[in-house]
């Protein structure tokens, strides 16, 4: 079966391949972490009340995410009982598969420089009592990168986080989320310098909007100008011909989170602020380009070139400029999974027609960002 669909904090598709969406900024980042959280909280083992793992001769520590059945291989030395020295260790679980961990273990735990490494995620950088402490590096599989200071295996203090379609951030992180100051850079547009809270613009700050380059300085809250009233959203699940689960879509193969044949004036106010998500400097009443005759032809022949080249898997992101005028200017793609899907993709999307970004009331050059996963199913 073949699949597409977006979601309201990013567009995505999903083909059965399942092209499924890179997650925004942040998000992508704490998704990997709080899904499998590298270790457990620092402090001794008899004060958690935990037992060790391995032989009664060769002690470890205890693991998260855990080991499944507790069963737990070390390729190093023991001491007095405990494992103990360089060496690897490697365990199952169920949500990352098969986990390792280089190195040094002291009486069972593991501290300073290691080497952690996931499905999900590669993190280098220093331990301490077997959690992430210090600094280090996070590279988030089709994700992106995180480096910079950490505590109890999150994000905390300085740090930069590198998303795969270049959205940047660098400053302020409190246990996970952009908190403080700091400056982002969005692959959609814009930017923003400034104060944080909980993941989302907070305080005093400055932004220089998508599209035409305006700017604003002065006091945000809760993500937005403050004063200015919360836009409502809302998704669905739409084939072609119309929402999944009612009538002959009740299987649907191709599946968007907005009407796949609406054009930008068919939508009603709350989905298009679905969309809008994609841009968080937009500025509010502009808007950003879209299909002229909207996203079901894009999807269809998406669908039918991955069967054409072979089913790929990996991530994708495509963002396509365009002019004042509604055309393309240019085709950037991010994590392609083949260099031959990037081309066909590139060429699909600038022959495609669409209305173009309004900025203020006039036409002005906007990014389209389409990000896929393709995965194959069983």
């Known amino acids: 079966m073949k699949e597409a669909h977006n979601d309201a904090s990013k567009h995505y598709y999903e083909l059965s391949s399942c092209i499924s969406i890179l997650l925004p900024l942040s998000l992508a980042l704490m998704t990997a972490l709080y899904t499998c959280t590298p270790l457990a909280a620092a402090d001794t083992v008899q004060a958690r009340g935990l037992a060790y793992l391995g032989k009664a001769d060769c002690r470890i520590a205890p693991l998260e995410p855990a080991p499944d059945k507790r069963e737990i291989s070390w390729t190093g030395g023991c001491a007095d009982g405990y494992a103990s020295g360089k060496g690897m260790l490697t365990w199952n679980v169920p949500t990352v598969s098969k986990v390792t961990l280089e190195a040094t273990l002291v009486r069972g735990e593991a501290s300073g420089e290691v080497v952690l490494k996931t499905s999900r995620f590669t993190y280098a950088g220093t331990m301490r009592n077997g959690v992430p402490n210090g600094e280090g590096y996070f590279q988030f599989e089709g994700r992106g990168w995180y480096e910079g200071e950490v505590a109890n295996g999150l994000p905390h203090g300085k740090g930069t986080f590198l998303n795969i379609d270049r ?6 992180w409190v246990q996970g989320k952009r908190h403080g100051q700091g400056r982002a850079t969005f692959a959609t547009g814009g930017s923003y310098t400034g104060s944080w809270k909980d993941d989302v613009f907070d305080g005093q700050g400055a932004v220089v909007y998508a599209g035409a380059g305006h700017k604003f300085q002065g006091l945000f809250q809760d993500g937005r100008i403050a004063g200015l009233p919360k836009a409502a959203a809302v998704v669905g699940r739409y084939g072609v011909d119309g929402e999944v689960g009612k009538g002959p879509n009740r299987d649907s193969g191709v599946v968007a989170y907005l009407p796949m044949q609406a054009s930008w004036n068919d939508l009603t106010p709350a989905q298009k602020n679905a969309f809008i998500r994609n841009y968080p400097a937009l500025e509010a009443g502009d808007e950003p380009p879209f299909p002229l005759k909207g996203e079901a032809g894009l999807f269809d022949k998406v669908s039918r ?74």
């Open 167 to 172: 959205s940047r951030y660098t400053g302020d």
């Open 305 to 378: 070139m991955n069967h054409t080249f072979g089913v790929v898997k990996g991530s994708l992101g495509v963002y396509v400029l365009f002019g004042k005028d509604g055309k393309p200017l240019s085709v950037t793609a991010y994590g392609a999974p083949t260099a031959t899907i990037v081309r066909a993709l590139s060429t699909v999307y600038m022959l495609e027609q669409y209305k173009p970004a309004r900025c203020r009331g006039e036409p002005c050059e906007m990014v389209y960002a389409v990000n896929f996963t393709f995965t194959v199913d069983d």
